[in-house]
């Protein structure tokens, strides 16, 4: 068999064909790139039950800030030391209900207890020394009054002499010398009467001056040797008031132990009244901006819920948080005591009228986020929202959503990289 050489014209025919195949799947790979690069991505799944979804609503917004913390006394007293002395005896342990004369502990000192006897005898002796003294004077007194009534009894006699002169003078009896020497001796009884009544005024009245360094050394002796009876008396620590013992310690974490030596001053013993309790509640200072005295807030005891008001509010912050106290406000719940940790809340203000919708995990009053609004086909789509004022569990929306709008608000921070997340069921 002979083959038959083809003719250049087919050969050349056959290369144009296959360059026209070639640009035309080249064209159809371009095509189908820049269509695959143009479509969407696809979006990923997520589990509806996984997530938190809200709806936007308009209407009335109760603004709260929420704070824990604990139930402490209103009323809390720290026994402290007045004198130096030892822990002897310790009577009762903390728990124990107790009355301003109940006795928690003893201390002992010589030292306090010689004191006591010292002071106890300077105030014997110095009031010894004032009833001698007084003692004295009375003589004194007594004495001056006798002369005085001596002296009245002779000038008495001296007149009674003079007026039986005088009838005898005019019966010629009496010679005029006898009756001007026994003139004389009245005058002169006069006179020494006059003198004495003076003086017995003066001893009187200097009595109460003599008596006075004495009576103010009584006084100061007095007063230390009551000093020291209430630094004797002391050495029974005493709780001062009703409540409950909290603890016989020096600190909250230090107890005071028999055998101790202790300082005045040093801190005993603590008592609190059980019955009048307030919340010292601890505020993210984020929050505290618009908390006022007075505004009405609600502590949860977790057995039951009390109203109250905010009494006071630090004014320095710690840790990152604000201390505020509410004054609580009627019968307390069953099992309220102190120490208690309780959650509470304070009421800011009513907004009306308002766009608002559950509080994100991640929004900030004030502040823009960016959530996934999920719509009608059940995909959701990045959205930037702007935020108003918040509140416990709502916040304010000021832009980007609208009333009926639905929004995850879970923490979406795994979907950053994608603008769209498809919900299934």
């Known amino acids: 068999m002979v083959d038959i050489a083809r003719p250049p014209s087919v050969i050349r025919k056959k290369k144009i064909r296959r360059a026209i195949y070639g640009a035309i ?3 159809a790979v371009g095509a189908i790139t820049v269509g695959v690069s ?3 991505p696809a979006a990923p799944s997520v589990d509806r039950a996984t997530v938190w979804v809200d709806t936007v609503k308009r209407g009335q917004m109760l603004r709260q800030v929420r704070g824990s913390g604990t139930l402490v006394p209103e009323d809390i007293r ?9 822990v002897e005896r310790i009577l009762l342990r903390a728990g124990a209900i107790v009355e301003p004369n109940t006795v928690i502990l003893e201390l002992s000192s010589p030292s306090v207890e010689q004191a006591n ?3 106890q005898l300077a105030y014997q002796s110095a009031l010894a020394a004032y009833e001698n003294r007084r003692a004295d004077l009375d003589s004194a007194l007594l004495t001056q009054e006798s002369n005085l009534a001596t002296i009245e009894s002779n000038y008495k006699q001296a007149e009674l002499d003079l007026n039986s002169n005088l009838e005898l003078q005019k019966s010629g009896l009496v010679a005029e010398l006898v009756v001007k020497q026994k003139q004389g001796a009245v005058a002169d ?5 006059a003198v004495e009544t ?8 200097g009595i109460k001056s003599q008596l006075a360094p004495q009576e103010a050394d009584i006084a100061q002796r007095k007063a230390a040797a009551d000093l020291q009876a209430r630094n004797l008396g002391d050495l029974k620590v005493k709780a001062g008031m009703h409540g409950v013992l909290q603890c016989v310690c020096s600190n909250p974490t230090t107890q005071v132990e028999r055998g101790a030596q202790v300082n005045p001053g040093s801190n005993l013993a603590r008592v609190a009244d059980p019955s009048v309790l307030k919340a010292e509640l601890r505020i993210a200072e984020t929050q505290t901006k618009d908390i006022r005295i007075g505004q009405y807030a609600e502590v949860d005891t977790r057995n039951g819920r009390v109203k109250g008001k905010v009494s006071r509010i630090d004014p320095a912050s710690s840790n990152g948080t604000v201390g505020v106290d509410i004054t609580l406000e009627g019968a ?3 099992g309220a005591r102190p120490d208690l940790s309780v959650d509470g809340e304070v009421r800011l203000e009513e907004l009306n009228n308002i766009i608002y919708v559950g509080r994100p995990a991640f929004g900030q009053e004030n502040s823009s986020v960016s959530l996934f609004k999920v719509g009608a086909n059940g995909e959701a789509v990045r959205t930037t929202v702007k935020l108003g004022r918040s509140s416990v569990n709502t916040i304010e929306i000021v832009e980007g959503l609208n009333p009926g709008d639905q929004v995850i608000l879970s923490d979406m921070s795994t979907y950053d990289e994608y603008q769209r997340v498809r919900l299934s069921n």
């Open 25 to 27: 799947a080249l064209l």
């Open 189 to 193: 009884l006069k006179n020494r009467l």
């Open 78 to 86: 720290w026994i402290s030391a007045t004198t130096a002395g030892r």
């Open 198 to 205: 003076k003086r017995l005024e003066i001893t009187k009245a």
């Open 38 to 40: 143009r479509l969407k």
């Open 332 to 334: 307390l719940p069953a």
């Open 117 to 119: 006897r010292e002071a």
